[in-house]
């Protein structure tokens, strides 16, 4: 059951150099940088990533993937200045409104894990003047409404998620498909919201089984999470047994 657990909002985000691998004359096409890095932040191995992606940027200086992918991996080894220094830069280069509203929200992100929850809000509330065509931006706004204790707030902006959250799964592409559905189903915890829950939990599951199985089983062990509040729920427990040998996601995204 979810129970007491209103008002419980957790407050953590929902969110390099070293040598080169050689020197000389030589020199690599500019394409395979591109490909050198995505192979290895598919593979986990950001900080070489992040050298493949450098060099890519240097032949390709107005390039909206490589700032953003550079972006991507400062991200995942926890260097949110560099983070956020080549967000900027891959700001200045975004070519449609879906990827400036894309890197926005990525902005706001970096604040929220700074528990800088005013900002944050600002950057998602530009996002979603962007490209509102993606629902994620009003639920990252509901939850951050929800960080900040506005609760009314965040249940009317999560309404008119609801309404158009089946477009979730047009804008939703490898690693980030379900994690809209994930972030509401938290949302819902936070607002006592049961049925809710349950029903974007399946939903998140049902779009990307192992992401968000290996997701919850963090999340119910740690206290700190709200999702740790229906641990012992029967529902949650055969919707993991369910989902458990799904199809293996791609782990980098651009």
């Not at 070293?18 to 020197?23: A, E, G, I, R």
């Not at 009317?156 to 309404?163: I, M, N, Q, S």
């Not at 919850?216 to 700190?224: C, S």
Request: charged share 30%.
């Amino acid at each position: 059951m979810v129970s007491g657990c209103a008002k419980q909002v957790v407050r953590n985000a929902v969110p390099f150099e070293f040598d080169k691998v050689f020197s000389g004359v030589f020199s690599t096409p500019q394409e395979d940088w591109k490909e050198k890095g995505l192979g290895l932040a598919k593979e986990g191995n950001y900080d070489e990533a992040v050298e493949a992606f450098k060099n890519h940027v240097l032949e390709n200086p107005e390039s909206f993937f490589g700032f953003n992918a550079l972006a991507v991996c400062y991200k995942n080894v926890g260097d949110s200045s560099m983070a956020m220094k080549n967000y900027e830069r891959a700001l200045e280069f975004a070519s449609s409104n879906e990827d400036r509203a894309k890197i926005l929200a990525n902005i706001g992100n970096l604040y929220s894990a700074a528990k800088k929850y005013q900002v944050a809000l600002g950057f998602y509330k530009e996002a979603y003047q962007e490209f509102g065509k993606n629902p994620l931006y009003l639920i990252l706004i509901a939850r951050t409404f929800l960080f900040l204790d506005e609760y009314p707030r965040a249940r009317k902006v999560l309404g008119a998620a609801e309404d158009v959250q089946k477009d979730l799964d047009k804008y939703e592409k490898d690693d980030d498909r379900g994690l809209g559905y994930y972030l509401m189903a938290q949302s819902y915890v936070a607002l006592d919201e049961e049925v809710k829950v349950f029903q974007y939990l399946e939903k998140a599951l049902r779009a990307n089984p192992e992401k968000f199985v290996r997701k919850l089983n963090q999340d119910i062990v740690d206290e700190q999470s709200l999702l740790y509040t229906i641990r012992d729920d029967s529902r949650l427990r055969k919707a993991l047994q369910r989902y458990s040998h799904g199809p293996s996601p791609q782990r980098f995204h651009s």
